[in-house]
């Protein structure tokens, strides 16, 4: 068939298409699939780098969750975050504050103070064992406010810090636990001092005195004497047994029964 064609001023004929038209279907598909291979790429880059995303995303979540299950406390303080002291300026005051260990292990707790000229803690230190709890308190030394200005229910710039480690069951607490083992250390709380005024009657003055009287009757109870379950002993060296004083009304049985036989 005949291609359409136009005349030229100098009687050549000119074909309306340059090219055959496979080589132009071919040059279209190559450039598609050119064009498909290069979009391809892009799309595979892209996803390759939105999964880098999500595995730092998820790298960076693991690494959060870690920090978390590494702080977790190991001691449940009551009050949480404060120590409340009854306004007595002048006087030695006390607070108390109830540790209890919440951990599967026995831990180890030390106070430590901002103040330590005026104040001081009772026990400093100690080890409870699983679901063991304590009270301990802590003496203040309240000084006479500038201008004599009365000091209520406000903070004082004095801070409490207590500490926790991890030990194993049958060691003896000393504060050297806690430098030989300063990467296991962990900050449970920062706690800070509160006055209360004595002379107005408040839910958090009530239970002061109240773990105030309890630390007091645990601290009697430890210093009374464990009582002796083992064999008496009378004057010197004279130890009295029950099976030897059942065998001596015995034989002095036996022996009056004699006599009287006879």
Known sequence: MAVAGE??????VWSLCRMPFWQTSHSASSSTASASTQSLHQVNQSHQHVEGSNSGHSSSVSFVARS?????????LDPASKLYF??????????????????????????????????FMRPPGGILSPGESI????????????????QTDQRSKDKFKILSLKVKAGIEYVPELFEEQKDQVAIERILRVVFLDVDRPSPALEKLRRMLSEAEAALEA?????????????????VIDEWKERRERYLARQQVEGVDSV
């Open 68 to 76: 978390i299950l590494l702080t977790r406390h190991r001691l449940r």
């Open 222 to 238: 430890r210093k009374k004497p464990p009582e002796d379950t083992g064999p008496r002993i009378v004057g010197e060296g004279l």
């Open 86 to 119: 009854p306004y007595e300026p002048g006087k030695q005051v006390r607070s108390a504050i109830r540790i209890k260990n919440t951990s599967r292990s026995n831990v180890a707790f030390k106070f430590q103070t901002t103040a330590p000229k005026s104040c």
């Open 7 to 12: 005349k030229s001023p100098d009687g050549k």
């Open 135 to 150: 009270i301990a308190t802590v003496f203040k030394f309240v000084e006479h406010p500038e201008n004599n200005e009365r």
